[in-house]
């Protein structure tokens, strides 16, 4: 246009820098998440009388080998951030805020669809995926287990960031990830001693404590997209708990079927083929229920299934 025809290269570098200076300093904030724990968890837990080796392999639990297989899950929702937030901005920018709430609620949904059952089989798992990975060790495999937990909070908690963030809300935002970053640091600490004081094991205070303050976060951004943007969450109420249920009875099935089957060796080729059997087992249980709710189409919509469904007559057919 002849308006765009007069901008200078000082005005378009200038607003490519302000409107990129959100985004770094989002993922700055997020990449020293971990320093809280980096800067406390020996510290606190060798002060309630913890040995200094368990506590430093608590920490690179949390802050290192953990993480590398928290991202096996959370790799799905920058996948899913990176499709969805482009549709997302497109209405908020022509002000369908009615496909701003569709588009938000369709991603919220395919992370729960999605990460749930992954997080729920990675913590039935967490002994044989910890042995085949790193080699069996009691204490790391029980803070695997309810570390990995952590994933779902993360999934939910960065796609909302990102959301709001794109926008056109970076103050919200930003402000929201650097208080619970504040909130992390004050609390981690006393959160240990509260833990140690109730009977608990004080190195699962710091992974309560990030998914305490990332769930009150959660709360809060989705109450700010529904006062901004009218987002209401209603109607993925129903296809929420179809969800929950399934992941319930797939984990219950799981359960009963190890009783006959028994403990596998802590040997790195036992725990590959319990992986293999079980998540076998899981996949076939979880998507059998899935298509007997009609929660594909739920989750991804008609035309999404019908594309797909296109594809593979068209494969079948040649």
Do not use: C
């Not at 085949?132 to 803070?143: E, H, K, Q």
């Not at 009875?249 to 293999?276: A, P, V």
Request: no cysteine; hydrophobic share 55%; proline share 2%.
């Amino acid at each position: 246009t002849k308006a765009e025809a007069k901008l200078t290269n000082k005005v378009i570098f200038k607003r490519i820098v302000i409107y990129s200076l959100p985004f770094i300093l989002i993922e700055f904030v997020r990449s020293i998440y971990n320093t809280v724990d980096i800067f406390t968890v020996v510290k606190g837990l060798v002060s309630l009388g913890y040995d200094v080796s368990v506590a430093e392999n608590v920490l690179s639990i949390v802050t290192t080998w953990g993480s590398k297989l928290n991202m096996i899950i959370l790799a799905i929702t920058f996948g899913i951030t990176m499709s969805i937030i482009p549709n997302i901005v497109s209405s908020a920018t022509l002000k369908n805020y009615k496909d701003v709430s569709l588009k938000i609620n369709q991603a919220l949904k395919i992370i729960l669809f999605i990460s749930l059952p992954m997080t729920l089989g990675l913590w039935f798992l967490s002994s044989s995926v910890w042995t085949v990975f790193y080699g069996y060790d009691a204490l790391s495999v029980d803070i695997f287990s309810f570390f990995i937990l952590q994933s779902i909070i993360n999934s939910f908690f960065y796609i909302l960031i990102d959301a709001t963030n794109a926008l056109d809300n970076p103050k919200v935002a930003l402000g929201n990830l650097l208080g619970s970053f504040i909130l992390k640091a004050i609390l981690n600490v006393p959160m240990m001693h509260l833990f140690k004081f109730v009977g608990i094991e004080a190195y699962y205070a710091t992974i309560f404590t990030t998914m305490l303050v990332q769930g009150l976060s959660i709360i809060y951004l989705l109450y700010k997209l529904k006062k901004i943007y009218q987002v209401s969450y209603r109607a993925s109420i129903p296809t929420a708990i179809k969800i929950v249920l399934m992941n319930g009875i797939m984990i219950l099935s799981l359960m009963i079927i190890r009783l006959f089957l028994g403990e596998f060796e802590t040997t790195r080729l036992w725990s590959l083929l319990e992986i293999i059997i079980y998540a076998s087992i899981g996949v076939i249980i979880y998507f059998v229920l899935a298509l007997k709710n009609n929660i594909f189409t739920e989750v991804f919509g008609k035309d999404f299934i019908n594309k797909i469904l296109n594809k593979i007559r068209k494969v079948v057919k040649a």
